[in-house]
């Protein structure tokens, strides 16, 4: 709710054009990102960085590298977990599902040692049919994915 107040805030700024508003976030503002440009149409493209992921493969067990699972919640805040009715009907992927056709780039990173790069191209596997399906045209789907070869975190 603080998030979609900023951005009611955002628009009444001089020289900020209401029609051209974006989130990015890597890590925890990957976790904002992901949540607040699930919920508010008014974010024109959203880009998320270390967050994406499965429920799935954040549980499994983390063995070795290249991690295979995150082995539980990287940080409570970051994760809902399997909660009742919630966890095992709503998952990662829809975040990024409900964006389509809206332009979403995902990042993610080869090492990440909280959210493993299974679980990301996972995530942007399950969601690129519905991108894919509300596709204008010949255009791409919206969404896209980059991999960095490094551990969590922004890269150049």
């Known amino acids: ?9 955002l628009e009444t ?16 503002g ?3 990102s992901a949540y607040l440009g699930s919920v508010d149409e008014r974010l024109v493209a ?3 960085a ?7 493969v954040d549980y499994a067990p983390s063995v070795g590298l290249p991690f295979i699972g995150g082995g539980g919640p990287a940080e409570g805040e970051q994760q809902w977990g399997p909660v009742v009715g919630i966890g095992t009907k709503l998952d990662k ?7 389509s056709p809206r332009p979403t780039q ?9 959210f493993p790069l299974a679980g990301g191209e996972a995530a942007v596997a399950e969601a690129m049919p519905a ?7 010949s255009e791409p789907p919206a969404l896209t994915m980059t991999v960095g070869n490094n551990t969590h975190g922004y890269i150049n």
């Open 46 to 48: 959203a880009s998320i």
């Open 1 to 9: 709710w603080d998030m979609m107040v900023l951005v009611d805030f």
């Open 50 to 56: 270390c967050y994406t992921s499965t429920l799935t």
């Open 131 to 137: 991108f894919e399906a509300l596709a204008q045209g």
């Open 93 to 99: 992927p829809d975040l990024l599902t409900i964006r």
């Open 106 to 114: 995902v990042l993610l990173t080869t090492r990440d040692q909280y």
């Open 30 to 32: 990957g976790v904002q």
């Open 13 to 28: 700024l001089p020289g900020i054009d209401p029609q051209h508003l974006g989130v990015a976030g890597c890590s925890g």
